[in-house]
């Protein structure tokens, strides 16, 4: 049971990395299709503008993510990672609301949400596996 709680300050740091991964998945397909014309093309100047841009925005949020990921400790972020690339889940960590898990629409057991409040920590869904925090 231990290893499942993690400190409050942790889930911040996760929620910030999530939302930089969301952000960057956006970039990437946002501009996907736009990369994909651009390198097709004899690159002119404005082609090689727009592309340094995107690679750009994407390297300084990869690089922003770094550093958050750097000040996290203990195992959490090596976990996030797996379940995102096991489960092919671009929302890893999500709130649960009115005793539901709002990635799979569960309902969580009432000892572990008890549990949760209590220690102010968060959890797994035992449904979907994904980090659940209590949000109120
Ligand atoms: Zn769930």
Redesign the pocket.
């Known amino acids: 049971m231990k290893q499942e709680t993690v400190e409050r300050r942790d889930l911040e740091t996760l929620l910030d990395i999530q939302n930089l991964d969301i952000e960057i998945v956006m970039e990437t397909e946002n501009d996907g299709s736009v990369l994909s014309e651009l390198m097709n093309f004899k690159t002119s100047e404005a082609k090689n503008d727009e592309l340094c841009s995107i690679f750009n925005r994407l390297f300084l949020l990869r690089k922003k993510r770094q550093k958050i990921a750097m000040e996290m400790e203990g195992d959490f972020l090596n976990r996030y990672e797996t379940l995102k690339r096991k489960k092919g889940l671009i929302i890893a960590v999500v709130p649960v609301e009115n005793s539901v ?1 709002q ?2 629409n ?1 309902s969580i057991p009432k000892p572990k949400l008890f549990l949760m409040r209590k220690e102010n920590s968060i959890s797994t ?1 035992p ?2 596996n ?1 980090f ?1 925090y209590v949000s109120e």
């Open positions: 898990c990635g799979c569960n869904c449904h979907c994904r659940i």
